[in-house]
């Protein structure tokens, strides 16, 4: 079962934006757990799927201009952020017959996406240290998605650890067929 606290007992904790960012960045599993009980918190995820690909296009977008840039990195959060949630839920909820639904999901891992934020550190002069940044960014963000899992679906961190395992498999097969149908030089 999650390791998070019991909302079913009690009022879910009402935190501001600001805080709820905060919590989640630092990965506070009552932000997730809150957010999850908290329908009107959707918009607020979408905010921070927002925000998190704003910090991309300005720390580590490269070579694209920052209009072009941003409107890639908000696509792509966007696209990511509900294909990560539906391949989830069909693991977690129809494939392992956890409980959960899409839209607690969404709320979810909307603010996992908290640790990108840390990417808008890239637009400094970081040098050799800036793949630094880019890995720690990322272990971050696997984290913040194993609790966020872990939270939405009332599981263990082990189940969540193997339920996101799992749903990086159809990520990874769009990836090999996209390689295979690019052509070669």
């Known amino acids: ?110 603010f996992a996406s908290a640790p990108q934020l840390l990417y808008v550190l890239g637009a400094l002069p970081l040098g050799p240290l800036a793949p630094v940044l880019v890995l720690a960014v990322l272990v971050l963000g696997v984290f913040a998605w194993v609790i966020a899992v872990r939270q939405a679906l009332d599981v263990t961190t082990g189940r969540s650890v193997g339920i996101c395992v799992l749903a990086q498999i159809p990520g990874l097969i769009l990836v090999m067929l996209a390689l295979q149908a690019s052509p070669t030089p």
């Open 1 to 110: 079962m999650s390791t998070g606290p019991d909302f079913s007992k009690g009022p879910v904790p009402r935190r501001s934006f600001g805080e709820r960012l905060l919590g989640a960045l630092r990965l506070d599993a009552t932000v997730y757990e809150e957010v999850e009980h908290t329908p009107d918190a959707l918009g607020q995820a979408a905010g921070v799927v927002a925000l998190a690909a704003l910090a991309r296009a300005l720390g580590v977008s490269g070579e694209a201009g920052l209009i072009e840039g941003l409107i890639g990195e908000l696509a792509g959060g966007f696209m990511g952020w509900l294909f990560g949630a539906a391949v989830i839920w069909l693991i977690g909820v129809k494939i392992l017959k956890h409980t959960s639904d899409f839209q607690e999901l969404l709320r979810s891992l909307g």
